[in-house]
């Protein structure tokens, strides 16, 4: 017995001596652990790699090894690489040292790849980029390549309105881009073709994924964003959040006080029995005041499972509008009247309510990510219209309109591992009410009472894998939607509908030597907004009313893309053709052939060309990045004067141009050029011009930033000419967009929420 507890204890130590390990941890200058660090043990004679490891979330790492006389070789992006004499054991701490001389390096030289193709679009690496000094997230996103900045949100070139993901949970307020920084930012994808998970409405989508913050205790921000145009507009708040081993509570409070105006020109042909030309000027001044807050918790149990639930709230303070329409008119060349309307509107909110919660986990192989959504929000807008006329009779226009939204919506995605790739497969359901009721006592327009009941049944799956010459994704999405449209309380078979829909995607992505390969095609829908779908009528004045169409269908699209990368230059193709594209029209109010009532419908169908090229070099400390673009419609629209057809394309340009000074100094300056050209049945007459300038210097080793710019320095604003066959209709808006910008940001123990809710009904939440 002795002997054989004697040759444990010699073969356990022959073992030991064969292999032990190598740990320690790594901190940063200010002793904060550093995850995700390079810890190679090499070689001391030829520097030739043993083992290596990446320092985990807490910082430490562990190597196992046999070898004697090594060194330890630790690296990360932005640090002075240090080598240390391995031992056996605990070395400790590993202090790492900022590197001032090479940072611009990081980001000239392209040590980390600035953008990479994927299955879906293109992910932009920020972190240790001249993109995480740009400001905001707001900031960074408008200097993406193919994003477009449109008036105070963005757009895709040729994709609309993208859904915004942070960390997986869906953006509901864009305020929320400029509360956060560009430093808390890792990368930013940006999906141009969306597979099976996404709503089968969506044609694009921006993923900001924000940098793995660590350490415990409290941790916040404040930021004072001030902007100066015509009137002030000023942005100020608090962002607290508390760790403790897996506890996470976060909560925001903002509050937010913005004005504008707008001052716009319009002119309306209507070529009837008699010929009547309208021009209007109209001038609006908007008020809002709000106290928007968040909060919620997040609990990790371990690495595999987690769960927490988030609470939204807005209270406005102001949304008031005050303004006046005059108006001029002739008929057939004659003075036929002159009109004064004063306008006043003030819209009065409930605490709306918007609850999420979820859960993460990992069971044997299958991934759970579960979400459960309910949102209730109610608006009442209250107008008093007070139209004077010259040559005839006087009138007062009344209006109340509540809007009612409730929405219930659950969503279960499950992932396996399956041959060498990855299954996905999930499922939805959503439940929405809408009351939409409108109101005018003096019956100048029809009072009306609408509900519009939906349910929605989906189910998606979605499967990937890695190829020999590159990756490939297949999905499809079956969405059952059933809807129930009353109008005073009487149920309209017409316009209630059942739809079944199948989407089907396919992503093929290929690498030949340094040129990465695309191509895509993807079925999708596009059903009309709440709002468009109401019987409502607003009136503008006795000449001007505009309304929806109860009737209108859901838009299908066949999309198909192309795209091409090689270093710093990519190029990207989409075509797509659309049925039941809907379309702005114009009729004439039944009894009254002067009165325009605008409102929307369903043309047969239509196509679309979308061509794209993006440069991003390097110079030193200059960085710049242009795109070029044209969109192209090919769509007849019926009128009572033949089809209407777009006939020139729309050109853009696009300009961003970083300079990096120092680590702590940097600048921007941005140009974006809209040229004429047709799109559907508009035309703009004029090209727009968009410049912005930006300096941003850091303090306190990045805990203080002062952001000092200016917007849209040309004042530049946008002339359109619509045309409805015997109506046409020309504006230019002229909108207080010029402003001088100071952002002030302080920010102590900075870390992120862990929160992985992703949502559920994000489709029905937008459509609202």
């Excluded at 002795?2 to 320690?24: F, P």
């Excluded at 409930?350 to 979400?371: E, Q, R, W």
């Excluded at 359901?429 to 109101?439: A, K, Q």
């Excluded at 449209?485 to 009487?490: A, P």
């Amino acid at each position: 017995m002795k002997r054989l507890i004697l040759l444990s204890l010699m073969c356990l130590m022959a073992i030991a001596s064969v292999a032990q390990d190598i740990s320690g941890r790594v901190i940063n200058e200010q002793a904060q652990p550093m995850p995700f660090a390079n810890v190679v043990l090499v070689n001391h004679t030829d520097s030739a790699f043993i083992a290596g490891v990446v320092t985990k979330d807490d910082g430490t790492f562990s190597i196992n090894s046999n070898k004697q006389d090594c060194l330890l070789k630790v690296s990360s992006v932005g640090y002075i690489t240090r080598c240390i004499n391995a031992q056996q054991g605990n070395v400790g701490d590993i202090r790492m040292l900022p590197d001032t001389q090479t940072l611009g390096e990081v980001v000239v030289k392209g040590q980390m790849p600035t953008h990479k193709m994927t299955t879906e679009g293109v992910l932009t690496t920020v972190e240790n980029t001249l993109l995480s000094k740009a400001g905001t997230a707001n900031d960074v996103l408008q200097q993406l390549p193919g994003v477009q900045k449109k008036d105070d949100g963005i757009e895709v070139f040729g994709k609309g309105t993208p859904l915004i993901y942070i960390n997986g949970r869906r953006m509901r307020n864009k305020a929320e881009l400029d509360q956060m920084t560009s430093e808390s930012i890792k990368s930013v994808e940006l999906i141009t073709n969306p597979g099976a998970k996404y709503d089968a409405q969506v044609e694009s989508v921006i993923l900001i994924k924000t940098r793995r913050q660590q350490g415990e205790g409290w941790s916040g921000d404040l930021q004072s964003h001030y902007r100066q145009g015509y009137n002030p507009d000023l942005d100020f708040g608090l962002n607290l959040n508390y760790r403790y081993k897996g506890l996470d509570v976060f909560y925001s409070v903002w509050y937010n006080d913005n004005q504008f105006r707008n001052r716009d020109l319009i002119t309306l042909n209507v070529s009837a029995d008699t010929l009547w030309h309208i021009d209007e000027h109209s001038n609006f001044d908007v008020h809002n005041r709000s106290v928007y807050s968040t909060a919620g918790v997040n609990y990790t149990f371990d690495d595999q499972h987690s769960m927490g639930f988030r609470y939204e709230t807005r209270g406005w303070l102001k949304q008031k509008t005050t303004g006046s329409f005059i108006a001029d008119v002739a008929a057939d060349g004659v003075f036929y009247d002159h009109l004064d309307n004063d306008l006043e509107q003030e819209i009065t909110s409930n605490m709306p309510h918007t609850l999420n919660a979820y859960y993460n986990g990992l069971v044997g192989k299958t991934s759970i990510d579960f979400n459960t959504d309910y949102m209730f929000h109610k608006d009442r807008t209250s107008q008093f219209n007070n139209e004077v006329s010259q040559e005839r009779v006087s009138r007062t226009v009344t209006n109340t309109n509540t809007v009612r939204n409730q929405l219930w919506a659950s969503k279960l995605v499950l992932s396996w591992p399956l041959w060498k790739g990855n299954l996905q497969a999930g499922t939805e359901y959503d439940l929405t009410n809408r009351n939409d009721d409108c109101v005018n006592p003096e019956q100048v327009v029809p009072t009306s009472f609408t509900e519009q009941r939906e349910r929605n049944y989906i189910f998606f799956a979605e499967y990937s894998r890695p190829l020999p010459f590159g990756q490939i994704r297949i999905g499809f999405r079956n969405e059952n939607v059933n809807t129930k449209y009353y109008t005073q309380g009487i149920y309209q078979p017409e316009q209630s509908r059942t739809y079944h829909h199948f989407f089907p995607t396919v992503a093929l992505m290929a690498k030949l030597g340094k040129v990465q390969l695309m191509a895509n095609y993807a079925a999708k829908i596009q059903r009309p907004y709440y709002w468009m779908l109401s019987s409502n009528v607003s009136y503008v004045n006795r000449f001007t009313w505009e309304s929806g169409n109860p009737l209108l269908q859901p838009t299908v699209r066949n999309e198909m893309g192309l795209m091409a990368m090689y270093k710093w230059a990519r190029l990207a193709i989409d075509y797509k053709h659309t049925t039941d594209e809907i379309v702005n029209v114009a009729e004439t109010v039944p009894g009254s052939e002067e009165t325009t009532i605008i409102t929307r419908a369903n043309v047969h169908h239509s196509d679309g060309l979308r061509a794209m090229l993006t440069l991003s070099p390097r110079f030193g400390l200059y960085q710049p990045s242009l795109t070029v673009g044209v969109m192209k419609d090919w769509i007849k629209i019926p009128s009572l004067v033949g089809d209407l057809s777009p006939k020139n394309p729309i050109g853009i340009i696009q300009s961003n141009n970083n300079f990096q000074f120092s680590p702590t100094l940097t600048a921007s300056a941005n140009l974006q050029i809209v040229t004429k050209g047709d799109q559907q049945n508009m035309t703009l007459t004029r090209a727009g011009y968009v410049a912005d300038i930006s300096v941003t210097k850091t303090f306190l080793n990045n805990r203080l930033s002062v952001k000092l710019g200016g917007r849209n320095l040309f004042d530049s604003q946008q002339h359109i000419n619509i045309r409805y066959g015997l109506r046409t209709l020309y504006q230019e808006n002229h909108r207080d967009s010029r402003k001088l910008e100071l952002v002030v940001r302080y920010n102590f123990n900075a870390t992120n929420s862990k929160y992985k809710g992703t949502g559920a009904g994000n489709d029905e939440k937008s459509r609202f």
